[in-house]
């Protein structure tokens, strides 16, 4: 199932500047491990804020759920979900 996500961050501006640094290092290999497994399909940064449009093709709701709440930055974001469906006019689809 193809989900596209949009994750907004808001990390506190008091959290210790090594806290933060350790925490986003984690962030990316997370991301990256996924995105090399192929359940993180596409990234992208949203231009001028702190933000990512993210597709993700899981085998469900739940597998999802999962690996949105192991990331390491997930108490800080903001989550919205919105699951695809093909359109009838793809021409790839066909």
């Known amino acids: 199932m193809l989900f596209a996500v ?3 961050v808001a990390i506190p501006h008091t959290l210790d500047p090594d806290e933060k640094a350790a925490l986003i290092a984690r962030e990316k290999a997370y991301s990256q ?3 090399r497994s192929g359940e993180w399909r596409h990234i992208w940064r949203c231009a001028g804020r702190y933000s990512n449009l993210s597709v ?3 085998s469900g709701n739940e597998r ?3 690996i949105l ?3 390491p930055l997930f108490p ?3 989550i919205e979900i919105t699951p695809l469906a093909t359109h009838p006019s793809d021409i790839r689809a066909a």
């Open 6 to 8: 949009t994750m907004d």
């Open 69 to 71: 709440w192991n990331l």
């Open 33 to 35: 491990e996924l995105q």
């Open 64 to 66: 999802l759920h999962e």
């Open 56 to 58: 993700f093709d899981v």
């Open 76 to 78: 800080y974001m903001t």
